[in-house]
């Protein structure tokens, strides 16, 4: 083939030159529920005050749970929630753990940006004040009461905890322990929690529904065979609780049902009761009402 002496001209003829497309990378596979921006597209709703728009969930949480209590947050991504329960409920110390590193660095970065807007005035008064100290303030204020660590909860050992927790939390994390680890993993995680809660300790968790997790199973090659061979359902949590692990009692402390909700957003939260503590402030926040919004 001779070659054309006016390669423009050539050009013209053919016209412009079509850009390539670049290849997109597929998006990385969350195989532990582990999901960037996961408060990023998780809607909020309208505050029961008229007030700026908030979590439906806090709604029904009780603060009286959380105010001036040791409190952890399994599975807490980015940091988001637990921030603001660590704000609104003031427990007085609250951690928030999860077993993707990045997401403790992430969440750990955003409660440092918020230590920086804080007056630390108040702290270093009662740090120079003669027979005080910083402890005489009582717990520690907001944000100096939430930290961050990474933690895969679902590798501890069942039978190992120090009963030093007054409230463990596991907002839609389920699934995805069940789903890497099957039925024996998620009973593992449920003795786990029980072990880390005082007498009269409280386990507040917000489980996926059933059919979640088949738009899930095929994530990994476990996930996929752990999904077929799960006995233990969803509905089936609260029974397992009390029958298997020695909870005292669940209680259902109701579903989000916002207009505005996503139907993927609309799970049922649940509470369940550690036998013990003499019933006296574990069992007050059951009559103190649920957390305004």
Excluded: M
Excluded at 17 to 32: G, H, I, N, V, Y
Excluded at 157 to 162: H, K
Excluded at 192 to 218: D, I, T
Excluded at 221 to 243: A, C, G, H, M
């Amino acid at each position: 083939r001779r070659a054309c002496r006016r390669p423009g001209a050539c050009r013209r003829r053919r016209g412009p030159r079509r850009a390539r497309k670049k290849k997109r990378k597929p998006a990385p596979c969350s195989t532990l529920g582990n999901h960037q921006a996961y408060y990023g597209y998780r809607p909020q709703v309208k505050g029961d005050t008229g007030a700026k728009r908030a979590d439906a969930r806090l709604r029904y949480l009780d603060g009286a749970w959380w105010r001036g209590r040791k409190c952890k947050d399994v599975g807490c991504n980015d940091g988001t929630f637990t921030l603001e329960l660590a704000k609104r409920f003031a427990p007085r110390s609250l951690v928030g753990v999860d077993a993707d590193p990045g997401l403790v660095r992430t969440a750990s970065a955003t409660a440092a940006k918020v230590v920086r807007g804080e007056d630390a005035a108040p702290l270093v008064e009662a740090a120079d004040r003669e027979g005080g100290g910083v402890l005489a303030l009582g717990p520690l204020p907001f944000p100096r009461n939430v930290w961050f660590e990474a933690e895969d909860v679902a590798a501890a050992d069942a039978a190992r905890g120090d009963h030093s927790f007054d409230l463990v939390s596991a907002f839609s994390v389920t699934k995805w322990i069940h789903l890497n680890h099957g039925d024996d993993g998620l009973l593992r995680f449920f003795r786990h929690v029980h072990a880390s809660l005082r007498p009269g300790g409280r386990f507040v968790y917000e489980p996926q529904e059933w059919k979640s997790y088949a738009n899930r199973r095929r994530v990994s090659d476990v996930t996929k065979k752990n999904y077929s061979e799960i006995k233990i359902k969803p509905p089936d949590f609260p029974r397992v609780l009390v029958e298997d692990v020695g909870f005292s009692r669940v209680d259902h402390l109701g579903t989000p049902d916002d207009e505005t909700l996503p139907q993927g957003f609309r799970r049922g939260l649940w509470c369940a009761v550690k036998a013990g503590g003499g019933g006296g402030a574990a069992e007050a926040g059951a009559e103190a009402g649920a957390g305004e919004v």
